[in-house]
């Protein structure tokens, strides 16, 4: 693999270039903004690499399709997305968000490291296998939304119709990061969701307090029904919430106890003064990836200025977000919040579904997962670490494992890299080794015998 | 007393005339909009008819003293306010809140309830008596402070110091309201309240919402503190709580059981569906005077938009008001308070005082009740209906019960005023009315043998 990995690293300067090109182009699904320019150039690149593209439409945006064939009947997948989060607080960036500027060795830029540097490192270990060897050991598929950073409402749909014909053995998911010790982390998969509004609404306008002496007050009544959700020793109430979790088994003990876990440097960056239930090493970890969650996004009635002013808000809002575990189902827990609300005579309180997503996991012992990890001792020379699980969601399981395609992602991001917030970054010496982790990875993927 | 009642009836022109202009003076405390102005008309109105007056500095807007001489040793004092509620929302006015059009017998103004046209009137009564006798039968004293709106912070500290001179032996409260049945309302004492803020932080900035598995949330930490104060079955649960609540007696009950609410038009007007725990006749109107209260004016935290935003607030804040009846004390409940969250694990959870003021009542058996009562059935030919309290809060006792002065409200106010809504108005039949009611009043009060 020296002459692919020696390739890579003399093109290197047209790859960044490209990556500038690609971070300079807006495309932000949410505001609607640069988003059919931002598919073209995907689409162009894409085809002058020597792919096969079709721009598949959706509901909402395209999703970017290039296939480039290879030897074999072995395909690899790569899950990217061409959309990013919105640039927003722009006065906190030190250089401008779409400038895709270069300082001391890092690239800051709207959605380089989440994830348009891997798109463009994934794109870039291929041509590096047709530069030197003319041709690929397996089959290659581009798949890359433009809605991830809005909940991908199109992409179930996408692989129901596409997944069959696209006939993926395993799929590199869009994103992944370094850790505090530099040591590149590879995600086995992701926690579902349920996003809902909760509403109660009890008065036809709002009221002069004194009158909360004999009326139903729409904020206490939401304010009751989510403490029957949970208490303060964090268990969620709902019966048979947990009936699916499913526990870690010994291979994802031995990941977790793998994994180290920045407990306090953790803590100062979230300007904490300590974990949840005073929980620290493994059992906090597990918690962390293993258990599901149900989280108050937001909670809005009535007056909330200076000073006072008493009323009697007619209305009342919750924001909720239960992150989910396998093997968790987000409509069947949708079905037990209503029973639970019902039961304890909340049938008042309406729910009002936003985002439900599965969660997603790998097997550890999966031959995809020895491919990357091995993959990634070579192109790093440190040992990455393999999470069994993200404790954020993707939509993982819509594109993969519901067709039983393994995934793991991997990606050309640090600790540092502040995706989703300003000043986004990844560092060039991440970004040529994880090229190079692509192209290794389509070897030692296309050496193993198919299943 | 025919001769003074005629006056008046004849004066209505001048009265009317003189009400539009203080309506056309805005006075907007809360915005610091025409105060001065206002305060000097007042002041040069009440120096017109003869009064003695002094603008009394406070440690915001001074309070308007004006004192009429009259015969023998006994005074009775006039409550009102010169500052008005804010307007807005402007665009649900049919004329302009400060133009005081007359339509339909009515004069639409921002104020005019709420309590320009009882100062007017109170005045006017004054001005009869002075014109048709010569003199006042006893003393009489103008009190017009200008923060009535906003809390009334400066008054306590005014009665202290001015009490003892003014030596009211009873005090006509600002303002007064028909009833649906067309009946005076007279109101003989007020809720007291304690205005909180509670607040819960948990960290130094908003996070992903996958943290929620790890870290604390303090949407979370105020609903469980929340809760910890009352359940659906309405009972504060703070520990003595209730220690002060003095049950209403045989004299109370009777006062209510006279007492006609409108259940049915009332539940329109709110746009509920029902009353509170199910609650009707007696037992719903002792609840709504003489029970107090714990309500959420306003809960916020988080993301309150469209669709999903899947964060973990760094803050959340709830504004809450304890309304209190005698003889509850709003600086033990608010010890009691606190005393209460941290009993419960929730000393994180920060209080900040908004506004305390003390529950209020009269005795219902004082002869200033009696007066007040005697004087309605001569001016309105309709049997009155004394409240023993109102639902809301006034700083009455900083004013009256603090020393000893018994009070009584009543005023030119009707069911459909819509005081601090849009298109406040009052009737100019109930206008001749009140003023009448006011020289009976004088009347009556004097004639009472002193205690």
Known sequence: MDDI???IEHHMQDTVARLQAFCRQPSIAAQGVGMAEMAGLARRTLAEAGAQVELVPTA????????????????????NHYDVQPPEPLELWDSPPFAAEIRDGRLYARGVADNKGN?????????????????????VVFVAEGEEEIGSPNLGPFAEENIQTLRPDGCIWEAG????KDRLEISLGAKGILAVDLRARTLGRDL??????????????????????????????IPGFYDDVRPPDDRDRALLAAWSFDEAGQLVEFGADGYLLGLSGEPLKEKFLFQPTCNVCGFHAGYGGPGVKTVLPAEALAKLDFRLVPDQDPYDILEKLRAHLDAGG????EIEVEGPEFP??????????AAVVAAARLAYGVEPVVKPLMAGTGPMYELCQRWGVPAAGAGVGWTGSRQHSPNESIRLDDLVQGIKHIA????????????
């Open 5 to 7: 990995l020696t390739y």
């Open 60 to 79: 909402g945006y395209p999703v970017v399709v290039g296939r480039f064939a290879g030897a074999g009947s072995k395909t690899l997948m790569f899950y």
């Open 119 to 139: 798109l463009v490192a994934r794109l870039a270990a291929v041509e590096a296998w047709l530069a030197v060897r003319g041709k690929l050991p397996l089959n």
């Open 177 to 180: 990061y370094k850790d505090t």
């Open 208 to 237: 002069h307090s004194a009158n909360a002496a004999i009326v139903k007050s729409p904020a206490w009544r939401l304010i009751w029904a989510l403490d029957s959700l949970k208490g303060p020793d964090e268990r969620i109430l």
């Open 346 to 349: 909340f049938a008042d309180v």
């Open 360 to 369: 997603s996991r790998t097997d550890p012992g999966d031959p995809l997962v």
């Open 440 to 451: 290794l990875i389509i070897d030692e993927f296309s050496a193993l015998s198919c299943s």
